[in-house]
């Protein structure tokens, strides 16, 4: 299982922020907005920054599983974990 | 020696089939079972659906399945097969005539490095219990380029061989 990350932020920001957390994971820089606008984690191209939503994606990249508003943040992890572990096993 | 499991049909009062499995007696604790289920008239065929032991039905803990829309359809027959695991290694199938191991073309998802694509019920999961509406639609993801925090490209290939989380966030310190 693999997590990844995704905001319109420079390489440099989320380098700092991860490093400031201690992220295990990468955060990657859409900057054109190509994932954003796929995953329609946008409303137009011009969103300055993207909303928060979540994809669950086979290994094929292939989508399975979104979270599309009513995010609660503090649950949302755990609540992904366990859903992750019900698609593709523990 | 462990005993395979015992799978039973039966028919409920209201016409649905419901397929039951559980160990049969001497069976050495099983942590879980996975169904596997195919058309009868492509058994063998081999390729992409057909199979030895069909794709995946459903996987887990659970015991029992109905089988809305599979067994009833007029002019086919539908098979079923439980394997059960063991700490995460499923039993053999056996051997063909020629006394080779016959293959698993296409395991549960959580048995295989990294399973392609096919129905997605695995474990059971239940979409509207889940997340309250239907399943999303399930394109491939196309191709795109994005940079990582090493400034260091990031594109489709990225994406594929393990499954991922995908988390959009507004901007970095916002948390979620």
Redesign the interface.
């Known amino acids: 299982m693999r997590i990844v990350g995704v905001s319109f932020d420079s390489p440099e920001e989320n380098l700092a922020w991860a490093e400031r957390e201690g992220f295990q994971y990468e955060l990657w820089s859409d900057v054109d907005r190509e994932l954003a606008s796929y995953f329609t984690a946008i409303d137009s191209p011009e969103q300055a920054t993207c909303n928060r939503v979540t994809k669950l994606l086979d290994c094929d990249g292939t989508l399975q599983l979104e979270y599309v508003g009513g995010i609660v943040v503090g649950a949302h992890p755990a609540q992904v974990l366990e859903d992750c572990a019900a698609l593709f096993g523990p | 020696m462990r005993a395979e499991p015992l799978l039973e049909l039966s028919r409920g009062e209201s016409g649905v089939v419901m397929a039951h499995w559980s160990p049969a007696v001497g069976a050495d604790d099983p942590t879980s079972w996975n169904l596997y289920g195919g058309d009868l008239m492509r058994l063998g065929e081999g390729g992409h659906e057909g199979s030895p032991v069909g794709r995946c039905g459903l ?1 887990g803990a659970t015991r029992e399945l109905v089988l809305e829309g599979h067994a009833d359809q007029p002019g086919h027959a539908y098979y079923l097969l439980t394997r059960f695991e063991h700490d995460g290694v499923e039993t053999g199938l056996g051997t063909d005539s020629s006394g080779g191991e016959r293959a698993h073309l296409h395991p ?4 295989s490095a ?4 096919g129905p ?1 019920i ?2 059971g ?1 239940d979409w509207s219990a ?2 309250g509406s239907e ?8 191709d ?8 260091t490209p ?1 594109s ?1 290939v990225d ?18």
């Open positions: 996987a549960c998802r959580h048995l990294c399973p392609s694509g997605l695995a474990r999961v889940l997340h399943p999303p639609e399930t394109l491939p993801v196309p795109f380029t994005v940079t990582a925090m090493d400034g990031r489709m994406l594929v061989g393990h499954a991922t989380v995908l988390w959009f966030y507004p901007a970095a310190a916002t948390g979620g």
